[in-house]
């Protein structure tokens, strides 16, 4: 009878501690805020072979600030063909065609995200995120783990954006602003784009101009025009406000993603990503590390490694 009561004892302990353990657990674990979500627009291709196997994650591309979904549109293609897997390109709140709205941070942005998943019915999938994307992307990974296969995070780490940062980006979108007004009347949208950068190029410094990649491309310039009249097709109002607030940039990430992740940053990105190696090991333990020598901060678009360290990590074990 003793050694009875001592075993269900012992039962009893170890049952309190695991109960114990999920609690802890559950409240370190970061949550998303309750907020309206937007539907996000998305674009998905798959290409189907006899091989393939219908049932893997699909991968989603979460494009930058500024940027869109066509910000993708030069490796999207190569990941769905290598990998067999449906891949997403979608454009973020205030952005694009997506909705617009005076609420924006990086978790406002997750919330989408779940939603976009949600609606798409995916269960699971490969995140792949370069700057507010790449946040977006370890904000949800963070707070449903269950939902991301792997993560990949291009120039971006988990710490507030520095103020020097966030004044060089405010710079950008005021002088995206004022650009509009250097678009000759009557031009076509090719003489618009080009006026729109010859006017970028002769404000921003040459280091930073350097490294954008509408600049190189100016076709990739989102603007539209209505009744001859052009404009960005994304809120830079709403970017503004976000990034005149001091609170709205100290962002924190709290939680742990105990999956395979991959931060891939330029040796030249004002981000200093590897700076942050500590933070993010603590955020996410299988973090592994890959250097572009010589990039800066938009590196897929620029860098055939980009794609290559991609594709490497999505098919490893």
């Given at each position: 009878?003793?050694k009875?009561?001592?075993?269900?004892a012992?039962?009893?302990?170890?049952?309190?501690l695991?109960?114990i353990?999920?609690v802890?657990s559950?409240?370190?674990q970061?949550?998303?805020?309750d907020?309206?979500p937007?539907?996000l627009?998305?674009t998905c291709?798959?290409f189907?072979f006899?091989?393939?196997d219908e049932?893997l994650?699909?991968v989603i591309?979460?494009?930058?600030?500024?940027?869109?979904?066509?910000?993708?549109?030069?490796?999207n293609?190569d990941?769905a063909?290598?990998?067999g897997?449906?891949?997403?390109?979608c454009?973020?709140?205030?952005?694009?065609?997506?909705?617009w709205?005076?609420?924006?941070?990086?978790?406002?942005l997750?919330?989408?995200?779940?939603?976009?998943?949600?609606?798409?019915h995916?269960s699971?999938?490969i995140l792949?995120?370069h700057?507010?994307?790449g946040?977006?992307?370890?904000?949800?990974a963070l707070?449903?783990?269950?939902?991301v296969?792997k993560?990949i995070v291009e120039?971006f780490a988990?710490?507030p954006?520095?103020?020097?940062?966030?004044?060089?980006?405010?710079?950008?979108?005021k002088?995206m602003?004022?650009?509009?007004?250097?678009i000759p009347?009557?031009?076509d949208?090719?003489s618009?784009k080009?006026?729109?950068?010859?006017?970028?190029?002769?404000?921003?410094?040459p280091?930073?101009?350097?490294?954008?990649s509408?600049?190189?491309?100016?076709s990739?310039?989102p603007?539209?025009?209505k009744?001859?009249?052009?404009?960005w097709?994304?809120n830079?109002?709403s970017?503004?406000?976000?990034?005149?607030?001091?609170?709205?940039?100290?962002?924190?990430?709290s939680?742990?993603?105990?999956?395979?992740s991959?931060?891939?940053?330029?040796?030249?990105s004002?981000?200093?990503?590897?700076?942050a190696k500590d933070?993010?090991?603590k955020?996410f333990p299988?973090?592994?590390?890959?250097?572009?020598e010589?990039?800066?901060?938009?590196i897929?678009?620029?860098?055939?490694?980009?794609?290559?360290a991609?594709?490497?990590?999505i098919?490893?074990?």
């Open positions: 009878m003793l009875k009561i001592n075993f269900d012992r039962l009893a302990l170890i049952v309190l695991v109960f353990s999920s802890i559950a409240a370190l970061h949550s998303l805020p907020v309206k937007v539907d627009s998305c291709i798959h189907s006899d091989d393939s049932d994650p699909p591309l979460l494009h930058g600030l500024l940027g869109s979904r066509s910000s993708w549109q030069r490796i293609a990941i063909i290598q990998t897997r449906e891949v997403y390109s454009d973020a709140r205030n952005h694009g065609t997506s909705p709205t005076d609420e924006f941070d990086f978790e406002i997750a919330v989408d995200l779940n939603r976009m998943m949600e609606n798409h995916i699971k999938a792949i995120g700057s507010m994307g946040a977006t992307a370890m904000k949800l707070a449903k783990p269950e939902k296969e993560l120039d988990p710490h954006i520095t103020p020097e940062v966030a004044q060089s980006v405010l710079l950008f979108v002088t602003k004022e650009s509009l007004r250097a009347e009557g031009s949208l090719k618009a080009l006026a729109v950068r010859d006017y970028l190029i002769s404000k921003l410094p280091e930073f101009a350097a490294d954008i509408a600049i190189k491309d100016p990739s310039i603007l539209v025009s009744n001859g009249v052009y404009s097709q994304m830079l109002d970017f503004i406000k976000w990034l005149e607030s001091p609170e709205s940039l100290q962002t924190s990430f939680g742990e993603y105990n999956g395979d991959l931060f891939i940053y330029g040796t030249k004002p981000f200093k990503v590897y700076e933070t993010i090991e955020l299988k973090a592994q590390f890959r250097a572009i010589g990039a800066g901060h938009d897929h678009p620029n860098y055939p490694e980009f794609l290559t991609v594709l490497e990590f098919e490893s074990e």
